[in-house]
């Protein structure tokens, strides 16, 4: 089986020195990178529903930099000022340091796990019990937050970003020999991009307990993991190619050793001939019995060889129809979905823009009920002034004539 192109769903890494690039050097593969999934901020419209409040907690949990980039944007469009006061409580430096990007990381609290397990996470937090402490996280719940339960941690989880399947586009070429996997999510983006999925000969790599198990749980085959003799996904693959470079070299060498037997038999046949040319003339009878066997022999070779390169050839049309009807099965699928979700998008867009002009109507029905109500509460603030400045003219009349009758 030929490696020559790898699909890692993750990022393109930023250094030059990633392992992978050193993978496409050594075994001349061309490396991929393409994520399965996305990550995607909740809206404040849409945190609100879960009823948590920022303001109320005094310490906060991070265990990534996404869920840093969420948690002040969320502040930001919440209006919640995130105060000077507020404690970070970080799995790794790495994560502490990112805060830089936010606030002024001298003058703030902020603990971080030297080691970057969760285990001594858990003991720093658990060293400030009287803190309310929030936990940004995505709606995929990971193995810390399982951690962080069954420590018995007090903390209120806050879902502000959600993890969605990132689509593979109409028409965009899935010619891959070997998937790395390193998510359940990613798993489930792939059979949902690809419902009619084969493996066949391609190669599936997944790191994880949870990754493992959704793979063999989807019915596929898992082909690369870590160990402790590769103990990261790159060494991994380098020990698979290796593997599989091996192979490749003894099959050459078997089928170079093949080919000398093959040209040893025709010497040897050669050979017999020759001697055969110099030995004592048979009989007329004998001459033809061995031309007749002759004949036959090569007959029956010829027959063997093209029922052989029959056989090839109907496995490989088979094969090729095979392999051509799941790429027109995948860009059908893939088509399919796409057209779904431009009609999905349609349809919502139509349904806002109705939303958004009943609204309008609404607004201007009110403000014309506003003006309307307004304009009432003058007339009648006129008609009570206009009568007040009749009854005052009365009064003066009155006085005026009181004051003459008496003179």
Do not use: W
Request: charged residues 35%.
């Amino acid at each position: 089986m030929r490696i020559s192109k790898i699909l890692v769903s993750q990022p393109k890494p930023t250094s030059e020195k990633s392992p992978y690039f050193d993978l496409e050097t050594k075994y001349g593969v061309s490396v991929v990178f393409r994520p399965f999934i996305k990550v995607e901020g909740l809206s404040s419209k849409e945190f609100r529903k879960y009823k948590v409040n920022p303001a109320d907690f005094t310490a906060v949990i991070f265990t990534a930099r996404t869920a840093v980039d969420h948690y002040f944007r969320l502040a930001k469009e919440l209006r919640f000022d995130v105060p000077d006061t507020m404690k970070y409580f970080c799995l790794s430096q790495t994560v502490a340091h990112y805060l830089q990007k936010y606030i002024q990381y001298r003058k703030r609290k902020i603990f971080y796990s030297e080691n970057g397990k969760v285990e001594e996470l858990i003991t720093l937090i658990e060293k400030h019990k009287k803190e309310k402490f929030i936990f940004p996280m995505s709606d995929v719940h990971d193995i810390k937050a399982s951690q962080l339960e069954a420590s018995q941690v007090k903390y209120t989880p806050a879902i502000m970003y959600r993890t969605v399947s990132n689509d593979f586009e109409p028409g965009e070429p899935f010619d891959y020999d070997m998937i790395i996997l390193f998510t359940p999510s990613g798993i489930k983006s792939l059979l949902h991009n690809f419902p009619n999925f084969v493996q066949g000969d391609i190669a599936i790599g997944g790191m994880g307990p949870k990754t493992i198990e959704e793979i063999k749980n989807s019915g596929l085959r898992l082909d690369i993991t870590t160990s402790a003799k590769a103990p990261s996904i790159p060494a991994a693959i380098d020990q698979y190619l290796a593997k599989v470079q091996k192979e490749e070299h003894r099959q050459q060498l078997l089928a170079e050793k093949q080919a000398a037997e093959e040209a040893k038999k025709k010497l040897a046949k050669k050979a017999e001939k020759a001697m055969a040319k110099t030995a004592a003339p048979a009989t007329a009878e004998e001459l033809a019995r061995r031309r007749s066997e002759a004949a036959k022999k090569a007959a029956a070779a010829r027959n063997a060889k093209r029922t052989a390169e029959a056989e090839k050839a109907r496995k490989r049309s088979e094969a090729a129809k095979k392999a051509a009807a799941t790429r027109a099965a995948m860009r059908a699928e893939a088509a399919r979905i796409a057209a779904e979700k431009a009609e999905a998008e349609r349809i919502a867009a139509e349904k806002a823009a109705a939303e958004r002009a009943r609204r309008r109507s609404e607004a201007a029905k009110k403000a014309a009920a506003t003006r309307n109500a307004k304009r009432a509460a003058e007339a009648e603030k006129a008609r009570k002034r206009s009568e007040a400045a009749k009854k005052a003219a009365a009064t003066r009349a009155a006085k005026r004539a009181a004051e003459a009758a008496k003179k």
